[in-house]
């Protein structure tokens, strides 16, 4: 027995001259709603880091010294593409749950782990300078 077969949400088929239409329905709310958190959490976290790049700017950056500006800039961009990523995640979960397909893979999880890594690396730099 397939997952089609144990949900009720199931995306239903139709056939017409060969031609395979998949028909979107709604999913179970609870389902939409943990997505929506999903996307929430990456969004805080983006802001956590958008608040960092500031904080790295503003505040520690007033030293004349370059690479505070350099871990600025690095907090921002990541912050950026990582609410980006949350976003279009967000849509392709939402879209694959409507159509009962399987969860696409999460490569916002790689971007979150290689960004951090690069910040963590230029904090380093940082402190040992």
Same mark, same amino acid.
């Given at each position: /027995?397939?997952?089609?077969?144990? &949900? @009720? @949400?199931?995306?239903?088929?139709?056939?017409?001259?060969?031609?395979?239409?998949?028909?979107? #329905?709604?999913?179970?709310?609870?389902?939409?709603?943990?997505?929506?958190?999903?996307? *929430?959490?990456? =969004?805080?976290?983006?802001?956590?880091?958008?608040? !960092? +790049?500031?904080?790295?700017?503003?505040?520690? +950056?007033?030293?004349?010294?370059?690479?505070?500006? $350099? *871990? !600025?800039?690095?907090?921002? $961009?990541?912050? &950026?593409? *990582? @609410?980006?990523?949350?976003?279009?995640?967000?849509?392709? =979960? #939402? /879209?694959? /749950?409507?159509?009962?397909?399987?969860?696409?893979? !999460?490569?916002?999880? #790689?971007?979150?782990?290689?960004?951090? %890594?690069?910040?963590? *690396?230029? %904090?380093?730099?940082?402190?040992?300078?």
């Amino acid at each position: /027995m397939d997952r089609r077969d144990r &949900t @009720s @949400s199931a995306a239903e088929e139709t056939e017409t001259e060969g031609v395979i239409a998949v028909i979107d #329905q709604e999913p179970d709310y609870r389902f939409t709603l943990a997505n929506e958190r999903t996307f *929430l959490a990456w =969004v805080r976290t983006a802001l956590a880091l958008l608040a !960092a +790049g500031v904080a790295a700017g503003e505040l520690i +950056g007033d030293t004349g010294e370059f690479h505070h500006e $350099v *871990l !600025a800039v690095a907090c921002v $961009v990541v912050a &950026t593409v *990582l @609410s980006l990523g949350a976003f279009y995640r967000w849509r392709r =979960v #939402q /879209m694959a /749950m409507r159509r009962d397909d399987p969860l696409p893979p !999460a490569a916002i999880v #790689q971007v979150t782990v290689g960004g951090l %890594c690069a910040i963590a *690396l230029a %904090c380093l730099v940082i402190v040992i300078a």
